[in-house]
């Protein structure tokens, strides 16, 4: 038997993902440009019509302002994602709302002085102004972490290694938005989970003019097949004499969104009213400040390599951040019920469709802002099934883990320190924030109740993250585990040279500011 070299076991390391079309600063024609955009402006409507959802009828709000507020957060989201493409990383990522936001808001709803108005829509008018309050102040944190270059310098403490575990829980921590909700309706969620998988990658070499439609389309191309499904099985009243639950997740018509949404609406700057602020409320929205800043940062390190980019160097990283921080800024402004951070779905379809350009995430942008002051068309897309949502979620979530998994081939993991450092980080970061999740399923509040309601906020938003709670362990055993000599098998030979951004050519390619803003800026 001829003795096996090698290299014929073992793959090299590579900086950037190849066998993508259009890279981070490359654009495909116009047509296909405007149609993977559109892709994304649906994919991004999930988050942007379930926060809302949720959280709008526990303030006391109406169906009306429950479509304005889902109208305000995709136009916020549209503005939010031109500045950081332009301005601020300039990955192709979308910035839209965030789940992290949403355990000190429930905690402004349950405050004792907003809960007693009697009046709903004076509940919902009072409680959404102390949001905004909370919001705006909170935003500063991250301007300030930003824009004085702060996480950038924090970020020299980050490695391969311990970003690895932080990218994956990125992915991996949102499972409960996957099959868990393709379960509350499998003859809808199933169907468009086979058909994604089926068109995306067992059909993705079916051409039509030398475009690979199945691969670049097969979003659009999967819901709207399962859309008009499950609108025949609404029609043919196949859920005529199910239970309520089983016709919110599976019925096409119980959003109720068309018919109370305005056929013209423009958000605009404290259209709610002037934000009340409250010390208390604020200090308890940094600690969602704070997970958000997380999350992102790891959603970038995820977008640039699925945008084929070299890793964001410490400055543009800092100016993202910075940009983000405006982003929730808007977001207390305008109104949106939540705060911002990256969209981890759209980050997802970088890598399935294998295009990374950052015109279409622009002209997604440009949907999103179209959309939301057309009210009925806008709630015409955005009255889609979660469940459709939920079954996409579950791939490109888990791309997203395995991107970040993807770090560890520039480290050496036939070193236990390196397994034990992996293993542990991704088991707590998944079995923390679970505990807390049953806790306060459980007992209707978070294990930290003390009689500071601020603490309690950072204590219960910080631990049921899994990034954050993977960041904390996984950053903490880096720098203080057997540190000395572990320079190479934690692989900061190959991070290093990406730490500034003069030390890799390709940076001023893909993170230069536009209009040769950078004699102005220029970046460190």
Not at 34 to 59: D, K, R, S
């Amino acid at each position: 038997m001829a003795e096996v070299k090698p290299e014929e076991i073992s793959h090299p390391p590579m900086e950037q993902l190849q066998g993508f079309e259009y890279c981070i600063d490359s654009n495909p024609p116009w047509g296909e440009a405007i149609i993977l955009g559109f892709q994304h402006y649906i994919l991004a409507l999930g988050t942007a019509v379930m926060i809302p959802a949720v959280l709008v009828p526990m303030m006391g709000g109406s169906d009306g302002d429950r479509v304005r507020v889902v109208q305000t957060l995709l136009f916020v989201t549209g503005i939010n994602t031109l500045l950081q493409s332009l301005f601020g990383t300039r990955l192709p990522t979308v910035i839209g709302g965030s789940y992290a936001f949403v355990v000190p808001i429930m905690a402004i709803i349950q405050d004792s002085s907003l809960a007693a108005i009697p009046d709903d829509h004076e509940r919902f008018l009072q409680t959404m102004r102390a949001i905004q309050g909370a919001l705006i102040v909170s935003s500063s944190i991250q301007i300030i972490l930003g824009y004085s270059q702060l996480w950038g310098i924090f970020s020299r403490f980050f490695s391969p290694l311990g970003m690895a575990p932080v990218v994956a829980l990125l992915g991996f921590g949102l499972f409960e938005r996957g099959f868990p909700v393709v379960g509350r309706c499998v003859e809808v969620g199933l169907p468009m989970l086979i058909l994604f998988v089926v068109l995306s990658q067992y059909l993705k070499n079916v051409q039509i003019r030398d475009i690979p439609i199945l691969e670049r389309f097969s979003l659009f191309i999967c819901i709207a097949l399962v859309w008009a499904y499950a609108q025949i099985l609404t029609a043919g009243g196949a859920y005529k004499h199910s239970p309520e639950v089983t016709q919110i997740n599976c019925r096409t018509d119980r959003a109720n969104l068309i018919s109370s949404a305005p056929w013209i609406k423009i958000p605009f700057p404290l259209q709610w009213g002037a934000p009340t602020f409250s010390a208390g409320q604020s200090f308890g929205m940094v600690s969602a400040v704070l997970v958000s800043l997380v999350e992102s940062t790891a959603s970038y390190k995820a977008a640039a390599r699925l945008a084929s980019a070299t890793p964001p160097p410490a400055h543009i990283l800092s100016r993202g951040i910075g940009w983000q921080g405006i982003g929730i800024l808007l977001d207390g402004l305008f109104g949106t019920g939540t705060g911002s951070t990256v969209s981890v779905e759209n980050v997802g379809l970088l890598g399935s469709t294998r295009i990374g350009s950052r015109r279409v995430i622009q002209i997604s942008a440009g949907f999103m802002i179209f959309f939301s002051m057309l009210g009925k068309f806008g709630a015409l897309f955005a009255s889609i099934p979660f469940t459709i949502f939920a079954a996409v979620y579950c791939v490109l979530f888990g791309l997203v883990a395995a991107v970040g998994l993807s770090f560890l081939q520039f480290t050496n993991m036939n070193s236990m320190r390196n397994l034990f450092i992996v293993g542990v980080s991704i088991f707590l970061g998944l079995s923390v924030p679970e505990y807390f999740f049953r806790y306060s399923m459980a007992a209707q509040r978070g294990p930290a109740h003390t009689k500071a309601g601020w603490f309690n906020d950072y204590i219960n938003t910080i631990f049921s993250s899994p990034p954050t709670v993977g960041l904390i362990v996984a950053v903490f055993l880096d720098n203080t585990l057997e540190v000395k000599n572990a320079g190479k098998d934690r692989g900061m030979p190959w991070w290093c040279t990406f730490r500034s951004f003069k030390g890799d050519a390709r940076s001023e390619e893909f993170y230069s500011l536009p209009f040769n803003l950078n004699r102005f800026f220029p970046p460190s």
